[in-house]
């Protein structure tokens, strides 16, 4: 390997590099075969290089496809890496070269991954005074203006090195070669303290705001020797002030017969190939173009050794000092001249070209068919950002028009044509986004002193081009089947021609029409070139028809970049409270409350080897319920949301908000309430403290803490202004333990000796401060079992020492959501969310105590004056008892009249709300909404599960201690 | 008589834990590298007041805790045992030393002499993280959409923002960044501060 790696490219391994190509030796391997390529390449270089022309086929018919162009815009040569990780559906001429490369050529379609990707993926936020996209002259001189007057700069551009078009033309500046200019002048801005270079980082959408997002390619290009823990693909999230858009453009072919054929390609791909990979796509080459820039393309061939057959122009006057360069050299011209069709078996081995008055067409044998139909804009982001385009005669193409953003587009982008005028442009984008970013502009000439804007060669005057979309000869068959428009969706004139035929006169219509340009490569080589058909089919200038919408992604965007660390754990924040620790350690299995963790039962482990498997979450349940209601068992109910509300009025803002009365309450007390929303469904239910006439402390359930502080604000902000209160999210600041069961008193007792708790001096509903376990608390004796209970809550820094002292005697049983749940629906407290949906009042409930007759108002007051609010056929919460005992019916399980199914649709009565297994009823029951459900008591239903109807009976929805007789010990 | 009252505040000041307290160690070894810190600063006092700026007790309430209440949107005042974030146009959060708690509630309540202002003691509702060192802004710019350049947002600036997808409030001091996290988040704060630091703290 080593004695390789001194080794220069050898011409027997890679039979079409040029000589003189120096770099290290790369292995890899594509479709199976072993080739060698040079550092530098790309995929599609180094398969070029061997003469690999077949690289990938197409997606409908199946046709050979090769390399055709030289960059992302690349419709044909799609590949799929297999080592050293599968990636679907990448550009050969966009994937470097990498030792130990694995890949295949696709046939229009990829495979996903069936592992899991191992690497790292990120995301940044970045933000700049100027966001210069695409590092080619003119961007490059664009961010030197802006980055030398001290702004903040970030330059990106997607290929490896900087230098845009210069990568591929022999072109020079200041006497140097412009590749070198353009990494001296690149590594010199990277250098300034406020300056980002970007590279291998393509923008891919330009939102409002000059919201900008890219993606850097970080490790792919380093294979198997990626370091593990840098991302491997960044996504970048720009905030810039002004965008200086310097993307350049893309060389669009034109259609005729066989223009997929491999061997085709763009004759600036041709150019890049030559000049900067040192590769030769082929041996003979017929140039077919519309323009002037195919004959720089031609020449520097010839120069690297290409044999031009022809040149086979539109027009009859291309520009005349190429011309003269072509006679100079003696190639051949023919003026007023189409390729009607690339002939050949799987690649072109022959090029028809005739004249365009007409007569013999002439057969020329060539292995490579060089194609430049004009050059258009890279328009896709100033588009995206809401400009609009207009219709450039000269260029034949559209360029940027207006926008309402801080964006502009600079050189190529704008229709800008030569060098020179590329770099001045840019540098003037550069100034004028200083300006607009506030920076004093260096005064001066057009190109500002201190910036080095090199003088580049003279180039020779252009000659118009000629817009030629369509070659009229229809090729075998005469149906124009062979025609491509969009080589990645197999899209042929014929199909267009047909779109129009059937009437369709717009371009986004014969687009979705045809599939043509909604290929991943979103038809930057195609989209204009359609619209050329289609206009030539219409009879109507292109510049009527417009374009299709440009939308983000430029280029294809991974997910595993999108997802970025937002996966696995962190992929929503898990929400733990302070004794979560402990929950842990004591293999308590979790169930998400929202963003909470909490404990949902705690299964005895299994003890021994193999003989015990420990509990289920039946045992478990039951387990915990007993100790629940015979003896003494505690909860975490540190997770439910708690609200501090303060003022002069919050008594008045919680009668409003709730509908019992809270602004009775004494000092000391607590009240349970229920919020309605104008609608007088529930909202939320908790608890109300009173801790002092200005001052209260209200309980939400864990999933609402959030939207009943939201609605709290809303309504003091919107609709009661003049309210003196505040109130503060306090739900995090305190630990809270549920103490729960006849034992209860007594090791509360226990722990807060200084606390008289029996039942006169701490009655029900009341609250105290104390010391608990030496830990100051405020104690509240409220009850969601029904059994003797109380609340306690500490700061939550002390919320595991207070869980740990509670446990420490081992006598309190540890219990989680589960048995909190079958506790409360025993005693037929509803779960809102769960036994209501946002169409159920309280009296839906059997709460109609709660709903105050003598507030003057409250939130949802109103409703409860609409009929519809007493219709008695509302659905009603109830309990329901199976009459097999055993049978635990699904929740969500309908609820029919008769023992047998009637014909659909099958009229239901309600359906089944929770449903569970009691210990302390010694059965199975649930709660159901049923209408008219109070009034069926007693009855008889049916609920359908599965194939069989289950017999329940209807009761009241309190099934255990409906006389409350334990709640006080 | 003092002595057991200090014996029994020792007590339960020794019972508490921090919600970042599991992860010291870890915190510790990325900070190794110099490049970057991560750290815990446990039981600050925090309490969040709420008061009409133009009113007369706001005016007491600055001369009593010696700061007075920023009223620029996204600033700090104080700085020394005492520091005041401003949260919103009618809301502050004091922040002060392990302990400070009741007695600060008793002088902005004193301050206040009876007018409508809302005291309320958050010192365990969040917890406070560093994140400092040359590094530190390009840990939070994986996660925090906000510019934190030291030109818009330099030593004084506080917000109110996302870190990931947490909400936090970011104080931006002369050494660092400090985070003020919701104690349900720290573990997830945390995780993800030390999963983004990898690329800056690995192999030097």
Redesign the interface.
Known sequence: MSERSERTGGAAAQPHRREGASGRVLRFRFDGREYEGLEGDTLASALLANGVRAVASSIRLGRPRGVYAAGSEEPNALVQIEEPFPEPMLQATTVELYDGLVATGLPGQGRLADRPDPARYDAVHAHCDVLVVGAGPAGIAAAGVAARAGARVILADERPEPGGSLLGTAETLDGRPGREWAAEEVAALAALPEVRVLRRTTVLGHYDDNHVIAVERRTNHLGAAAPADVARERVWRIRAGRVVLATGGHERFVAFAGNDLPGVMLAGAARTYANHYRVLPGRRAVVFTTNDSAYAAALDLADAGVEIAAIADVRQAPGEAWAARCAERGLEVLTGHVVTAAKGEGEVSSVEVASREGGQAREIPADLLLVSGGWTPVVHLFSQAGGTLRYDEELGAFTPGETRQAVEAAGFARGVRTLRACLEDGAEAGRRALAAAGFAVPAGPAVPSGTAVPSAGEEPAAAPAEHLWLVEAPGDGGDYGTHFVDLQRDVTVGEVLRAVGAGLTSVEHVKRYTTAGTAHDQGKTSGLLTGGVVAHALGVDVAELGTTTFRAPYTPVSFAALAGRDRGPLHDPVRVTAMHEWHVARGALFENVGQWKRPWYYPRRGEGPGEDPGEDMEAAVLRECRAAREDVAAMDASTLGKIDVVGPDAAVLLDRLYTNMMSTLKVGSIRYGVMCRPDGMVFDDGTVIRLADDRFLVTTTTGNAAAVLDWMEEWLQTEWPDLRVCCTSVTEQWATVALVGPRSREVLARLAPGLAVDNDSFPFMTWRDAEVAGIEARVCRISFSGELAYEINVSSWSGLALWEAVMASGEVTPYGTETMHVLRAEKGFPIVGQDTDGTVTPQDLGMEWIVSKKKADFVGKRSFARADTSRPDRKHLVGLLPEDPGVLLPEGAHLVETSALPEPPVPTLGFVTSSYRSAALGRTFALALVSGGRERVGERLYAPVGADLVPVTVTSHVLYDPEGARRDG | MADSVAA?VA??MA?????AA?FAARFEAASAGGGLRLAEI??LTQI?L?VDPKSPAAERIGTAIGVPLPVEPGTAAGGGDLEVLWLGPDEWLVVGPDGAAPGLVERLTEAADGE?V?????????TTLVVAGDRAR?VL???????L?PR?FGPGRVAQTML???GVVLVAGADGFRLLV????A??VA??LL??S??YV??G
């Not at chain 2, 710019?141 to 510019?147: K, S």
């Not at chain 2, 919701?182 to 988040?185: D, G, I, L």
């Open positions: 029994s007590a339960s019972e508490r834990r921090s919600p599991a446990p039981f969040n709420r409508h809302s005291v309320v003691d958050v010192s365990a509702q969040r390009d710019a994986h996660g925090c959409a906000l510019d350049h818009v990931a997808r947490a919701r104690s349900s988040f573990a997830y995780e993800w999963d983004a990898v690329e690995a192999g």
